[in-house]
């Protein structure tokens, strides 16, 4: 990977961003909603652009943040933010959180946890309108474990990896799909339109999947051995990034990888396992490549009609880049 390049990138995207800022804080195309800036808050706080993050922030508690530490901004959930209830939620809550605004990230975690399986330690899909019978995913138990974490709610964390742990366990024995959905607290949901198939499961040999999926679960998994020391976290990240590393040909090289690569940077950090920095590294490269000329990027991991992903995938990739970056070290060929 070439440092420099990757450094060029990120201050590109970061560019780009605030070119699109308003004077109240926020970012165009503000009819999005939370699908556009739910990384931004987050991204910016990485990049030293503290006070354009709480300009944003500002705006987000006095017209999205409500009284139960929810977010619900005056333009609705759109797109795959209408599925995946709690994934914004945790990006801001982390993002406010990076910023030291308790006011805002210990009621947003407030409402996150309530949202916990008792008994699985996953997290609902569809949010406060789901019951214990409904679905839990990877997705959302990664990314709000992710926020338990950083937020100190250790506990919390650790059962949504474990959570993490006993889905990866439980796959069918022949394990040719990684099921990403469980219901009635642990039956996994497998069946489902083929045109719907990306987002319910990862397929060996398969091009054009979800691989951010395995990765969002490795994340968590890898900070939870970093921080608790459990081997059973480590090898559970592996084993998720392994069957990631068995899939679709394009699995390092389309925008639904970027966070396989962060996965692989952050277990190359934990073990010294050469084949997970040339992943990252493979993933970081192509990152960069995809980037359009004027600093942006076009899909986030979820993809989303334009013009909404380009605020996500440019706020995302800057994530992406600054952490494989610091994961990996300043390793360079």
């Not at 006011?103 to 309108?129: E, K, V």
């Not at 993933?283 to 000329?293: E, K, S």
């Amino acid at each position: 990977m070439d440092l420099r390049q990757c450094r060029q990138a990120i201050v590109g995207g970061l560019k780009w961003t605030i070119s699109h800022q308003n004077p109240d804080g926020t970012f165009q195309p503000v009819e999005f909603g939370l699908c556009g800036y739910h990384k931004t808050v987050y991204m910016l706080s990485l990049v030293a652009q503290t006070e354009r993050a709480a300009r944003l922030c500002a705006w987000i508690e006095a017209n999205v943040l409500d009284d139960d530490g929810d977010f619900t901004d005056p333009h609705g959930r759109q797109g795959p933010m209408k599925t995946f209830y709690s994934y914004p939620n945790a990006w801001l809550a982390m993002g406010a959180h990076r910023l030291e605004l308790y006011n805002i990230s210990y009621r947003a975690l407030d409402f996150l946890t309530s949202l916990q399986h008792p008994a699985t330690g996953g997290f609902l899909t569809a949010g406060p309108a789901a019951g214990l019978e409904d679905r839990q995913d990877i997705v959302t138990t990664a990314t709000a474990g992710l926020a338990c974490l950083q937020l100190g709610a250790l506990d919390a964390a650790q059962r949504a990896g474990e959570f993490l742990v006993n889905v990866f366990e439980a796959q069918p024995r022949a394990q040719t799909k990684l099921y990403f959905y469980v219901e009635k607290t642990n039956q996994f949901v497998t069946e489902y339109e083929d045109e719907e198939a990306a987002a319910h499961a990862l397929t060996l040999n398969r091009p054009n999947q979800w691989y951010f999926v395995p990765g969002l679960a490795a994340c968590l998994l890898t900070k939870l051995y970093e921080a608790s020391g459990e081997d059973t976290f480590l090898t559970a990240a592996q084993s998720y990034v392994q069957f990631a590393d068995s899939s679709g040909e394009d699995r390092y090289g389309e925008a639904r990888s970027g966070f396989l690569g962060l996965a692989a940077a952050l277990l190359y950090s934990a073990t010294d396992v050469n084949n997970y920095a040339n992943i990252a590294e493979t993933v970081a490269n192509n990152i960069i490549t995809a980037q359009m000329g004027n600093g942006s990027w076009a899909e986030a991991s979820m993809g989303y009609e334009p013009p909404a992903p380009i605020l996500d995938a440019t706020a995302e990739n800057v994530i992406l880049l600054t952490g494989i970056l610091q994961a990996l070290g300043g390793r360079e060929h």
